[in-house]
Nanobody
Framework: QVQLVESGGGLVQAGGSLRLSCAAS????????MGWYRQAPGKQREFVAV???????NYVDSVKGRFTISRDNTKNTVYLQMNSLKPEDTAVYYC??????????????WGQGTLVTVSA
């Protein structure tokens, strides 16, 4: 069993910054990739950023240069630093992790989502 607990969402003005955190817990042996997705009301969920266990990163074009994903493997935690926020960044942000359980089974886990609202 794996739980992903997110924090850091909220209301911010355009041009501002937020830092999201997501901590994984449970019967975890190791975590491979960790990432962030987002979903605006009435829209499909979209990929935002991903980071490998060793620190390689990828981003959707719309956030490149503004968002930075990072992780702390000692805490099983992934972060998303969001700068220069735009109203179109408004969405529920979901944490995702590819985990290896102590049983050695693979489990892709999702967080509950945290709301980010960017006002104009």
């Amino acid at each position: 069993q794996v739980q992903l607990v997110e924090s850091g969402g909220g209301l911010v003005q355009a041009g501002g910054s937020l830092r999201l955190s997501c901590a994984a817990s449970g019967s975890i042996f190791s975590i491979n990739a960790m990432g962030w997705y987002r979903q605006a009301p009435g829209k499909q969920r979209e990929f935002v950023a991903v980071i490998s266990r060793t620190g390689s990163t990828n981003y959707v074009d719309s956030v490149k240069g503004r968002f930075t994903i990072s992780r702390d493997n000692t805490k099983n935690t992934v972060y998303l630093q969001m700068n220069s926020l735009k109203p179109e960044d408004t969405a529920v942000y979901y944490c995702n992790a590819d985990t290896v359980l102590t049983t050695r089974a693979l489990l892709n886990a999702w967080g509950q989502g945290t709301l980010v609202t960017v006002s104009a």
